[in-house]
């Protein structure tokens, strides 16, 4: 079972988080903080990260397979215990798998809210395979100076708040070197499939700039998709992290949708 934190009311409705390759479910506190008062919410530290389990020599045969059934069983088990469907947040590599998981296992999701998900292309996915033994070498690093990791990510990024720094370097140093090694980040079908095969209510934020991977060019193929339940957000300037780099628009954008998803699922 998967670790996670929990802030909110339990009988308020359900939202779960799930973060991207390296970091922790502690990624997500400030968020979770702007939510609490309104939302039971429980971030998840996804496997081979945080507290979680790592891969066994079988998982990493098929990694995002191995992650996305790790996923299914943590939100059957808060279905479970709550009596509630959640609605979910990921982010890259944990809104891919989330959104594959929703194609196989619709009845799982209130809806979902996806921060750039790894929906590769052919170039991005070998980019990520063939730097995967650098990012090994970058993990190790990582993992022995954290100290030194922190300060440099702080200089790199003066704009994130010391909360997304240190959660940030925190889930650097539990991630599991295994899954690294294999350079998989994401799902291996084609993603405009998966995202064709979407049937809960979902929307993509992403950004204008060569920072992330979805952008401009990932939004006109999701638009030629045609599929009614998924839409597209883009903030203006900002990277991969898009809540990081510019928090109310990305809130305000939460905010809205999380509304619509509730008040669906209710009848209002």
């Known amino acids: 079972m998967l670790a996670h934190y929990e802030a909110g009311n339990p009988s308020n409705p359900m939202v779960a988080f799930v973060h991207g390759v390296c970091d922790v479910g502690a990624q997500w506190a400030e968020l979770m903080q702007h939510l609490a008062d309104r939302y039971f919410l429980i971030a998840f530290d996804s496997l081979g990260h945080g507290l979680s389990e790592r891969y066994t020599?079988?998982?990493?045969?098929?990694?995002?397979?191995?992650?996305m059934a790790a996923l299914a069983e943590a939100?059957?088990?808060?279905?479970?215990?709550?009596?509630?469907?959640?609605?979910v947040i990921a982010h890259s590599m944990g809104a891919a798998i989330s959104s594959k998981l929703a194609v196989h296992r619709p009845e799982l999701f209130t809806g979902l809210i996806l921060e750039d998900p790894a929906w590769l292309n052919d170039q991005q996915r070998a980019g990520y395979l063939n730097r995967s033994a650098e990012q090994?070498?970058?993990?190790?690093?990582?993992?022995?100076?954290?100290?030194?990791?922190?300060?440099n990510n702080t200089l790199e990024r003066p704009h994130w708040s010391s909360t997304s720094h240190t959660a940030w370097a925190y889930g650097k140093t539990l991630v599991d070197p295994n899954l690294?090694?294999?350079?998989?980040?994401?799902?291996?079908?084609?993603?405009?499939?998966?995202?064709?095969?979407?049937?809960?209510?979902?929307v993509v934020i992403t950004s204008n700039t060569d920072r992330v991977l979805v952008g401009e060019a990932g939004a006109a193929a999701i638009a030629q998709l045609a599929n009614p339940v998924l839409s597209v957000e883009m903030i203006p300037d900002a990277g991969h992290g898009v809540r990081l780099d510019a928090p109310e628009s990305f809130y305000a954008i939460v905010d809205r949708q999380l509304q619509y998803l509730f008040a669906a699922q209710s009848g209002r």
């Open 75 to 87: 939100l059957e088990y808060q279905e479970k215990l709550h009596g509630k469907r959640a609605a």
């Open 136 to 151: 090994v070498e970058l993990s190790n690093m990582w993992r022995n100076d954290p100290v030194e990791n922190l300060r």
């Open 180 to 202: 690294i090694a294999t350079g998989v980040v994401s799902f291996p079908d084609a993603w405009e499939d998966v995202a064709a095969a979407i049937t809960v209510p979902t």
């Open 57 to 67: 020599q079988e998982d990493l045969a098929s990694p995002a397979d191995a992650a």
